[in-house]
């Protein structure tokens, strides 16, 4: 058994019949826009994804990987300035966004929502019970995940389960054919 590093992803894909087992690193959490950023960050980026994570019709961006669209103050709106969305084929409708706790800028909502156009899921997920620096829990109301079908938030409430647990696990379906 090989043990997870920390920082590391493990995804775990079925392929016709076979396991397949997928080790993958967060790239950034956030675009520092310099000169040299878009060779030595966005593009391998981009390669490592058309190359190692379109998995049948998923893929994985992991926690702010998806600011690889950015928001343009100046529009007001979400922008694929590095021509993103071209490495997802047609054959991807679904972004699985794994991220460590619940984003609250406004613009992480805004780029789930544009990634998710033309017929796409997004579904984000997070661990709760993170504090933040005033020790306030940053969880809300809503169950730990987003999920964004064409453009639009979808309401998935979570299963009531009576099993007793110390983890507050929280679960919900995601019925993928009934958009």
Not at 8 to 30: A, P
Not at 35 to 60: H, M, Y
Not at 65 to 80: G, H, L, W
Request: glycine fraction near 4%; proline fraction near 2%.
């Amino acid at each position: 058994m090989v043990m997870r590093e920390a920082g590391e992803y493990v995804i775990y894909f079925k392929d016709k019949s076979i396991w397949k087992e997928y080790r993958l690193i967060q790239k950034f959490g956030t675009l520092e826009y310099t000169k040299s950023f878009k060779d030595t960050v966005i593009e391998p980026f981009k390669v490592e994804v058309e190359a190692q994570r379109l998995l049948g019709n998923c893929t994985v961006l992991l926690c702010g990987e998806t600011n690889i669209v950015k928001y343009s103050k100046a529009s007001k709106k979400i922008e694929d300035e590095f021509n993103f969305l071209r490495v997802l084929n047609k054959n991807i409708k679904i972004i699985l966004n794994p991220i460590h706790d619940r984003m609250t800028r406004f613009e992480m909502k805004l780029k789930r929502r544009y990634l998710s156009k033309n017929k796409r899921w997004v579904v984000s997920v997070w661990n709760k019970g993170k504090s933040d620096k005033n020790d306030k829990i940053k969880d809300g109301e809503k169950p730990a995940w987003t999920i964004y079908y064409d453009g639009k938030e979808k309401d998935i409430r979570p299963i009531v389960c009576d099993i007793s647990n110390q983890v507050n696990i929280e679960i919900g379906i995601l019925d993928l054919n009934n958009a």
